[in-house]
């Protein structure tokens, strides 16, 4: 069982209305069962139980999610020795989003990460053939992909990161898609591993410019270029149009896609990105 503030406040409500029962989620809102109400927590259909003093940590801490364990509650956070990152599980009112050290990678204003998601994926449509996901994250760009395409290789530069998503019970269908190829490694250097016209489609949607400046250059630029096919399509994202940097960001990724040979640049604000076709 994994929760967040979003599920004990039902549990909270029922209990001070005096009901004994009420519709519950135990995976951050992706599936309902029903949670029996009693003096000391709540008892699920399947007869995991949480106390009140549990429930209560977890509603009081909005900004985690937290794995119900028998001996207590652990929150859904992985650190990654390597990079000296720490990834945990930010909950909305649907599918949550994943903190980088303290910054979330799904926009979550007016919007959460599913249908974040989703726009990106429209934006691109339709979608076809094999596609290239540069940034695995916690699987949602693959997992929509994968409803469409033939063939899904995805890539993601720290196994801790996949470590988390295999916590977020959204993250499932990256793991039993048949068709989704997990890859572990930097998509600047995996890249150049793949033949020409490999792809029919990439989605191309990388941490900040901070953490992955790499994945912004113009040579990288030029690879996803080489790997697309002809009448490909390449959906960039790069960040909130209307504010400052998002602006900045837009236009010099525009530049430097058309510098790598990228001959029709277009914008897709409702995405917070651009479509680009070889």
Same mark, same amino acid.
Request: charged content about 25%.
């Given at each position: 069982?994994?929760?967040?503030?979003?599920?004990?406040?039902?549990?909270?409500?029922?209990? +001070?209305?005096?009901q004994?029962?009420?519709?519950?989620?135990?995976?951050?809102?992706?599936?309902?069962?029903e949670?029996?109400?009693?003096?000391?927590?709540?008892?699920c259909?399947?007869?995991?139980?949480?106390?009140?003093?549990?429930?209560?940590?977890?509603?009081?801490?909005?900004?985690?999610?937290?794995?119900?364990?028998?001996?207590?509650?652990?929150?859904?956070?992985?650190?990654? +020795?390597?990079?000296?990152?720490?990834y945990?599980?930010y909950?909305?009112?649907?599918?949550?989003?994943?903190?980088?050290?303290?910054?979330?990678?799904?926009?979550?204003?007016?919007?959460?990460p599913? +249908?974040?998601?989703?726009?990106?994926?429209?934006?691109?449509?339709?979608?076809?053939?094999?596609?290239?996901?540069?940034?695995?994250?916690?699987?949602?760009?693959?997992?929509?992909?994968?409803?469409?395409?033939?063939?899904?290789?995805t890539?993601?530069?720290?196994p801790?990161?996949?470590?988390?998503?295999?916590?977020?019970?959204?993250?499932?269908?990256?793991?039993?898609?048949?068709?989704?190829?997990?890859?572990?490694?930097?998509?600047f250097d995996?890249?150049?591993?793949?033949?020409?016209?490999?792809?029919?489609?990439?989605?191309?949607?990388?941490?900040?410019?901070?953490?992955?400046?790499?994945?912004?250059?113009?040579?990288?630029?030029?690879?996803?270029?080489?790997?697309?096919?002809?009448?490909?399509?390449l959906?960039?994202?790069?960040?909130?149009?209307?504010?400052?940097?998002?602006?900045?960001?837009?236009?010099?990724?525009?530049?430097?896609?058309?510098?790598?040979?990228?001959?029709?640049?277009?914008?897709?604000?409702?995405?917070?990105?651009?479509?680009?076709?070889?």
């Amino acid at each position: 069982m994994i929760l967040s503030h979003q599920q004990t406040q039902g549990l909270l409500k029922a209990r +001070e209305q005096g009901q004994t029962s009420t519709s519950f989620s135990p995976d951050l809102g992706l599936s309902e069962i029903e949670a029996r109400i009693g003096v000391d927590g709540a008892t699920c259909a399947d007869g995991q139980f949480i106390s009140w003093d549990d429930i209560a940590h977890i509603d009081a801490n909005p900004q985690a999610c937290f794995l119900v364990k028998t001996d207590g509650l652990e929150k859904a956070q992985i650190f990654s +020795e390597t990079y000296n990152r720490l990834y945990s599980l930010y909950p909305t009112a649907a599918a949550p989003t994943m903190l980088v050290s303290g910054i979330t990678m799904h926009r979550i204003k007016d919007i959460d990460p599913w +249908e974040d998601t989703r726009r990106k994926i429209k934006a691109i449509a339709p979608i076809k053939g094999r596609v290239l996901d540069t940034a695995t994250g916690l699987g949602y760009t693959a997992i929509f992909a994968a409803g469409q395409a033939g063939q899904v290789t995805t890539i993601e530069l720290d196994p801790a990161v996949l470590d988390l998503a295999r916590l977020n019970p959204w993250s499932r269908p990256l793991f039993d898609s048949p068709n989704i190829e997990q890859l572990i490694g930097d998509s600047f250097d995996l890249i150049a591993d793949f033949s020409d016209a490999a792809f029919d489609r990439i989605l191309h949607d990388p941490p900040r410019f901070a953490l992955a400046g790499e994945l912004f250059s113009a040579d990288f630029y030029g690879e996803l270029k080489r790997v697309l096919k002809p009448g490909g399509r390449l959906f960039h994202y790069v960040g909130d149009p209307a504010s400052k940097s998002g602006r900045n960001t837009t236009k010099s990724v525009a530049r430097r896609l058309e510098e790598a040979g990228f001959r029709r640049v277009i914008r897709k604000p409702e995405a917070f990105g651009l479509l680009a076709f070889p």
